[in-house]
């Protein structure tokens, strides 16, 4: 192991990066890419570990604990990563309508579908990429992109590309980093980090939109309106 996992964790133990491969155990890499599979496709994954899970795993394959290449847990974690994109995609298309009028609950808030609407207003077919290094964000946008009427062609181009730069780039970056001693020894200190820093992008956004005194339309309350605005803004970009 690479260190006390259980002690003074931030996290649950059931949403600890490290707590959670050491559980999966010989079936680490399995269990990474079921995570990441369900995080990118399935609405009820939004919640959980995304960028902390990649890096510590490239820490682990540094650290041997995780015991296959690092090229063979990219191409997994990459896969996993598209796929679970692709099944989003598909929720989204087959359930978009049901999905917009559907009421909040504990898991699901309006709230979600309309930042992240929001984000892909802002950025076009490129938030498929961007979207991948914005928590709750990459866990929507493909199901947005379903509801939208994006071509699969292009959907899943974007995605490939997205899932690459994140799945791999990610891990690889805790892999090079696990190999210096004082990332090592402080994981619990460099995943606060991670996740500090994977929202600094919708904190980003959210001063540009106050200092535009931009407001949310009010046609988005509408489940109708807020599917056609999606689909128009799709497929214009």
């Not at 570990?49 to 997994?76: K, M, N």
């Not at 996993?80 to 999905?99: D, E, Q």
Request: charged share 20%.
């Amino acid at each position: 192991m690479i260190s006390a996992a259980t002690q003074g964790s931030v996290l649950p133990s059931w949403l600890d990066p490290e707590q959670l491969i050491e559980a999966f155990g010989s079936y680490a890499v399995i269990g990474v890419a079921v995570i990441i599979f369900a995080e990118c496709g399935l609405l009820i994954g939004f919640f959980l570990p995304g960028d902390s899970l990649l890096f510590t795993a490239g820490l682990f394959v540094a650290r041997d604990y995780i015991d296959q290449p690092l090229w063979v847990v990219c191409i997994i974690i990459c896969a996993a990563a598209i796929a679970g994109n692709a099944t989003g995609y598909w929720i989204g298309a087959r359930a978009g309508p049901a999905l917009l009028r559907r009421s909040e609950s504990r898991l699901f808030k309006q709230e979600y579908v309309d930042k992240t609407f929001a984000f892909f207003e802002r950025y076009g077919n490129r938030a498929i990429v961007l979207g991948r290094f914005v928590p709750i964000v990459r866990t929507f946008i493909t199901v947005l992109a379903g509801v939208g009427g994006m071509s699969f062609r292009r959907f899943i181009t974007y995605s490939a590309i997205g899932g690459v730069l994140w799945g791999a780039g990610v891990t690889v970056l805790g892999f090079y980093l696990g190999q210096i001693a004082f990332v090592r020894n402080n994981i619990e200190v460099m995943l606060i980090v991670i996740v500090l820093v994977s929202v600094v992008p919708i904190g980003i956004e959210l001063l540009r939109t106050r200092s535009h005194g931009r407001s949310r339309d009010e046609r988005y309350d509408e489940p109708h309106e807020r599917q056609r605005l999606i689909a128009e803004d799709i497929r214009d970009d």
